[in-house]
């Protein structure tokens, strides 16, 4: 039987995207022939220093982003984001990059520690 595809638009600096990734990556681990999995960029932030700070601006700016996304983070036990991550960092650029770079960190951990 030919496996259901599954095409996933993602961006690194969204966690919403990586808590999605968590469950394709348990639904493939239960299904291992059964789920084919197409991965492909989207850049949900591809303007991110405008989009954040326009929608952003009402609920605290670019301090209550970093509010949300650690708000978000603590309902996972799996995931741990730096406590200072948007909060003493004020450059966009810099908050941005941490936010990926975490997100990377924290996918590859969990993919070592299912080896």
């Not at 084919?36 to 952003?56: M, Q, R, T």
Request: net charge positive; glycine share 6%.
């Amino acid at each position: 039987m030919e496996p259901i595809r599954i095409s996933y638009f993602s961006d690194v600096l969204c966690i919403w995207a990586y808590i999605a990734q968590i469950r394709l990556d348990e639904l493939k681990a239960n299904f291992p022939d059964q789920v084919a999995i197409d991965y492909h960029f989207f850049p949900v932030f591809g303007n991110a220093h405008e989009k954040l700070e326009k929608s952003w601006r009402d609920r605290g700016g670019l301090r209550g982003y970093s509010n949300h996304v650690h708000t978000v983070a603590a309902k996972f036990p799996h995931i741990t984001v730096h406590p200072g991550l948007g909060r003493e960092y004020t450059n966009l650029s810099h908050l941005l990059s941490s936010i990926s770079k975490c997100n990377s960190t924290l996918r590859n951990q969990r993919a070592d520690s299912q080896i």
